[in-house]
């Protein structure tokens, strides 16, 4: 077991932010197939934050402590037994099941990437899950082709940012939803067509009361 520290936020119970408290604790070592990564980015998620207040443990029950993070970008600092894709001091980017907010962080090498030169750290950390999503989304799950027509919600956000960029790549027809204020960005992105969020409601509420259900969001 290593004597080596670092410092980390560890989660120690189910709840709000208040639990994010930095703490030195043990550094980890790479376990055979494992590399051990220096972090300088760690990519924050919504599932960080609902693993966090206990939302999702009915079927993912945290173990206490655990260090939150899904997403890194980092150096390779030590490689474990039979890794030979990497090496220490080779800049890298993918995901970890250890935790991502600590200084250190130990990953499989599957699920590692070098990291490309025309990213900074903090760009190539907000990459692996939202990215990852949005690919199954799309293609695994939709089976998106070239020609079809997407509609992607939240476009601007962490997913939808990605499946808005890979449904242009599909050479599929894009809608993108939107705040008001997004709207030109996720256009840049690659979305034909943009639909800000107040011009959505205002859509949902005539339909709504073109079948005139009882609506406390829509007044007239
Ligand atoms: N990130 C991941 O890897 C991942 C993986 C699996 C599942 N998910 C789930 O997928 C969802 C999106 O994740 P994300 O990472 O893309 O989150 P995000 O970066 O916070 O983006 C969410 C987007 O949703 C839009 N939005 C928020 N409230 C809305 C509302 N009431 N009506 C319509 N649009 C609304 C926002 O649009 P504006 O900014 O334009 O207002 C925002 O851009 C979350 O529920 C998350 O838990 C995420």
Redesign the pocket.
């Known amino acids: 077991m290593s004597t080596q520290t670092m410092q980390a936020i560890p989660v120690h119970n189910y709840g709000g932010p208040e639990q994010l408290k930095l703490e030195e604790v043990q550094r980890p070592e790479p376990q055979a197939g494992e590399v051990l990564i220096h972090v300088h980015a760690a990519g924050v998620?919504?599932?960080d934050w609902?693993i966090r207040q206990g939302l999702l443990k009915d079927f993912l029950p945290m173990q206490f402590p655990y260090i939150p993070g899904l997403d890194l970008a980092g150096v390779v600092e030590e490689v474990g037994p039979g890794v030979t894709a990497f090496q220490k001091g080779q800049a890298v980017f993918g995901q970890s099941t250890k935790g991502t907010y600590a200084e250190y962080t130990t990953a499989s090498g599957e699920t590692l990437a070098l990291k490309p030169k025309t990213l900074n750290f903090d760009e190539a950390a907000a990459i692996p899950?939202?990215a990852t999503?949005a690919w199954q989304a799309l293609f695994d799950h939709g089976e998106l082709q070239a020609g079809q027509r997407v509609l992607i919600?939240?476009a601007?956000?962490?997913?939808?940012s990605f499946a808005v960029q890979f449904a242009r790549w599909k050479g599929a027809h894009m809608i993108g939803?939107?705040?008001t204020s997004?709207v030109d960005f996720v256009r840049s992105l690659g979305a034909e067509t943009v639909v800000g969020?107040s011009f959505m409601m205002w859509i949902l509420c005539w339909t709504q009361w073109a079948r005139k259900p009882l609506n406390l969001h829509c007044k007239r």
Do not use: I, Y
């Open positions: 998620n919504p599932a609902k899950a939202g999503t919600q939240g601007a956000g962490g997913v939808g939803t939107a705040s997004n969020k």
